[in-house]
């Protein structure tokens, strides 16, 4: 479990980061843990990740359902250049420019950076609709149960206990992409 998502630094001098990853294009399953291991070496210190959840398209409905994963890990690298080392796993997994919400390869958004709050018009953090989505909010539970909003002390359980998105999230079962 990596609890403690607020934190500052972690005690090996890094920050916790919380990145969701997703896929509804190709072989998901293998863009993901490809893009893993391109964070993994690349810089992030993997501490947990999620199960895999098959999860209801938000935005554009008519496309596939997508799989998604949560992860925890610790960095030294500033959010400029975790956000950067994002962008180079999704164009090695073959994503390209397409409608906003749409079908994607891969998808690898900074959940979380520590506390530090970003609005910049390309960064935003915490990621703007963390709160407002059922897909992200359950993976990450799963590996931050005590996980808390640290601009308003609110507990990420309670936001997914409240939202009212009605979109389907589940464990995957299947092993195939």
């Not at 843990?33 to 690349?42: I, N, S, T």
């Not at 210190?45 to 359902?65: H, I, K, L, N």
């Not at 400029?80 to 073959?94: N, S």
């Not at 970003?118 to 996980?147: G, N």
Request: proline share 5%; glycine share 10%; with cysteine.
């Amino acid at each position: 479990m990596c609890n403690r998502g607020g934190d500052r630094a972690t005690e090996a001098g890094g920050v916790r980061v919380y990145i969701l990853f997703g896929s509804n294009l190709g072989d998901r399953r293998q863009s993901i843990e490809q893009a893993l291991a391109r964070l993994a070496g690349g810089g992030i210190r993997w501490m947990a990740r999620s199960s895999f959840y098959e999860t209801e398209p938000v935005g554009v409905e008519d496309q596939p359902w997508f799989l998604n994963l949560a992860a925890c890990g610790e960095t030294a690298m500033p959010p400029r250049a975790l956000l950067a080392l994002c962008k180079e796993a999704e164009a090695a997994a073959g994503r390209r420019e397409r409608v906003r919400f749409g079908p994607r390869e891969l998808d690898a958004d900074i959940l979380l950076y520590g506390e530090l709050e970003v609005t910049e018009s390309d960064l935003t953090i915490p990621h703007p609709r963390l709160r407002q989505r059922r897909f992200a909010l359950v993976p990450l539970l799963e590996i931050a149960p005590d996980l808390v909003d640290f601009r308003d002390g609110a507990r990420y359980e309670g936001v997914l206990n409240r939202l009212d998105e009605g979109k389907k999230v589940s464990k995957s079962t299947t092993r195939e992409s």
